[in-house]
């Protein structure tokens, strides 16, 4: 029997940048990073709530305004928290934007490039002006945030649908074209989550819903989708890669 490698399953030291971080997943996830240990760069459009976030997370965090439906944005301020930091080793790919709109709404258009320049076109940004930092990394990861929505779909939901579902195929071949470099990349796909995107949806619907769609018949936490999100940044998880993994209360895994 051969000795197990020594792979390190701690974060800190580690420089990553969270998109969408000012509340929601991206904010459980900066925190939970920070008390790892991790230097975390949180990004998101409000940068009051961006430094707010950083406060909270202590440490060596900074608070960065970003646009991720602006490329040149993204190429500045990712080059921006590299020289800040030092590097990148990992990036969490989590912006996004409620989406809802009929196919015969007005709106529809805007709703739909809306929809896939923040949650699809900026992951493939965010990755590659990061790229070259992740290259100089020995743990480089990337994370993709899609939703159980890439994996099936809500009516009324088409642009929202389409972005994530870009987004698992995205993840896949992201992790074909850099996994011979050792940089992994996977996605998780939330399912009904306790944030703003769900914040109107009144609590005894949410309890409906639950009920009737998840195995655990609850709605979910930021904070549990952060926990996987640092399953798969770990040093140690150095073979998962193209990875769709549902965080959804088996809310998929149910015929009805």
Known sequence: MTDMPNRSRSIAGRIAIVTGAASG???????????????????????????????????????????????????????QIAADFGGIDILVNNAGVSSFCALDEDAYEEIWHRALAVMLTAQQRMVR????????????RIVNIASTEGLGATPGDTPYVAAKTGVTGL???????????????????????????????????????????????????????????LSLVLPAASYITGAVIPVDGGLMARNA
Do not use: Q
């Open 25 to 79: 997943m991206g904010r459980a996830t900066a925190l939970l990073f920070a008390a790892e240990g991790a230097r975390v760069a949180v990004t998101d459009l409000d940068l009051v709530a961006c430094e707010e976030v950083a406060r909270e997370c202590g440490g060596d965090a900074r608070a960065y305004a970003l646009d991720v439906a602006d490329g040149d944005t993204i190429a500045r301020v990712v080059a």
């Open 129 to 140: 002006a990061a790229l070259p930092h992740l290259r100089e990394s020995d743990a480089a």
């Open 171 to 229: 993840t896949r071949g992201l992790a074909v074209d850099l996994g011979p470099e050792g940089i992994t990349c996977n996605c998780i796909c939330p399912g009904p989550i306790r944030t703003a995107m769900t914040e109107a949806v009144p609590d005894e619907h949410k309890v409906i819903f639950a009920k009737r769609r998840t195995a655990l018949k609850r709605y979910g936490d930021p904070e549990e989708v952060a926990h996987m999100t």
